[in-house]
C-alpha cells in the first residue's frame, strides 16, 4: 500500500468509488502523477520511482530541460521531467497505455520516445 497525497489521486479515486457505487466494477488502477514547482523549475513526475534498479538521465529538446528514467529490472516505473512537459506527457501516454520504452533505447540519445506511442 502506498499513501499518495495528491488532488490528482483523491480525484480519481471518488472517480472509482462513485462508479462502484453505481454498480459498474470499476478497479482503481491509474499510474500515479504529480507535478511541482520549484523556483524556477517545473517538475513533473510520472509514476513512482520506488524499487528502481537502473536510471538514464536524458537532456531535453529545450535549454535547462532533462528527464530522469527510472527502471526496476528493465521495466521503466518512473520518469521525472524537469521543465520538460514533452516528456512528461509522453511518459504518462506511455503509462496509460502499457506501451513502455525499454532501458537500451532511452539510453540512445537519437531516440524519440514518442515513437514507442506511434508518434
Known amino acids: 500500500m502506498v499513501r499518495l497525497e495528491s488532488v490528482q489521486n483523491a480525484v480519481d479515486q471518488a472517480e472509482s468509488t462513485a462508479s462502484n457505487m453505481a454498480g459498474f466494477e470499476t478497479p482503481y488502477t ?8 520549484q523556483f524556477d523549475v517545473k517538475l513533473q513526475i510520472a509514476g513512482l520511482n520506488q524499487s528502481y534498479t537502473d536510471t538514464v538521465t536524458r ?3 529545450k535549454p535547462g530541460s532533462l528527464s530522469v528514467w527510472y527502471f526496476a529490472k528493465e521495466r521503466l516505473v518512473s ?9 512528461f506527457m ?3 501516454k506511455m503509462f496509460s497505455s502499457n506501451q513502455l520504452a525499454s532501458v537500451e533505447q532511452i539510453r540512445d540519445p537519437d531516440f524519440d520516445p514518442r515513437s514507442v506511442l506511434g508518434a
Do not use: E, H, L, Q
Not at 31 to 36: D, G, K, L, V
Not at 79 to 87: E, G, I, K, Q, W
Open 59 to 61: 537532456v531535453g529538446t
Open 79 to 87: 520518469v521525472d521531467a524537469m521543465n520538460d512537459p514533452r516528456t
Open 90 to 92: 509522453t511518459a504518462k
Open 30 to 37: 491509474p499510474y500515479p502523477w504529480f507535478w511541482s514547482d
